[in-house]
């Protein structure tokens, strides 16, 4: 899952990401609206988050511009604003929900889990391909009496490549989706946390696998004995 925050107190940003990575998400964090709509226009995110006072363009703005672009992508709007006009202000232009500040961090991350699971088409905390189950509240993969637990970066891959079993993702998307734009990590990372998930998904002794497309990418398939 990645996350767009657009926050333009560097404290609380930079906390806000650091949560949600511990929570298992990618965030990339922008400091102004202009420079979110930027990060929108160049990748794909599961949820926006919105501070509604911010330098260039602010939050309402940068919410109406999504909206307008097509795009239905969940967005929960953080302001100090709490009066109610400008929580109907919100959200007449498009948020799906409105966080007041102060916040207590379990309450946002709450709303961000239960955002993205929308955005998913959310069918319960477990996933299911073949032989093998991920608990996405555990972050651990189980293959009948045998279990693993995985890594943020190894949940992030192995998630996507369970909500969408026999696609082909590029090296590029993975790096993209799951790293983000300001990542300093090379390509090589991606073949590196392939190989870590293929040991686990033998240590589990599972009947799937993470297959190399040559020249396209990687994609989870089945085991044809």
């Keep these: 899952?990645?996350?767009?925050?657009?926050?333009?107190?560097?404290?609380?940003?930079?906390?806000?990401?650091?949560?949600?990575?511990?929570?298992?998400?990618?965030?990339?964090?922008?400091?102004?609206?202009?420079?979110?709509?930027?990060?929108f226009g160049?990748?794909?995110?599961?949820v926006v988050v919105l501070d509604i006072m911010m330098p260039e363009v602010n939050g309402l703005e940068v919410l109406k511009t999504i909206r307008n672009r097509g795009s239905g992508v969940p967005v929960l709007m953080l302001t100090a604003k709490a009066e109610v006009e400008d929580r109907v202000a919100g959200l007449e232009a498009g948020a799906d929900d409105y966080l007041p500040k102060p916040f207590s961090t379990r309450e946002f991350i709450a709303r961000v889990?239960?955002?993205?699971?929308?955005?998913?088409?959310?069918?319960?905390?477990?996933?299911t391909f073949g032989n093998v189950n991920l608990d996405c509240s555990r972050y651990e993969l189980t293959c009948g009496p045998h279990s693993v637990k995985l890594n943020?970066?190894?949940?992030?891959?192995?998630?996507?490549?369970?909500?969408?079993?026999?696609?082909v993702f590029s090296t590029s998307h993975l790096m993209d989706k799951i790293w983000g734009q300001d990542s300093e990590a090379d390509m090589n990372v991606v073949w590196t946390y392939v190989g870590f998930i293929r040991k686990k998904l033998k240590q589990v002794q599972a009947g799937i696998e993470i297959r190399t497309a040559r020249g396209a990418g990687y994609s989870l398939e089945e085991i044809i004995c």
Excluded at 113 to 127: H, I, M, P
Excluded at 153 to 159: D, I, P, T
């Design 1 to 39: 899952m990645r996350i767009l925050i657009a926050e333009d107190e560097r404290e609380l940003a930079k906390g806000l990401q650091f949560l949600l990575e511990k929570n298992m998400f990618t965030a990339d964090v922008a400091w102004d609206g202009a420079q979110a709509l930027e990060y």
């Design 42 to 46: 160049n990748a794909d995110y599961d």
């Design 113 to 127: 889990k239960a955002l993205s699971r929308r955005n998913e088409g959310y069918t319960g905390q477990f996933l």
């Design 152 to 167: 943020n970066k190894e949940f992030q891959l192995m998630e996507l490549f369970m909500r969408h079993p026999h696609f």
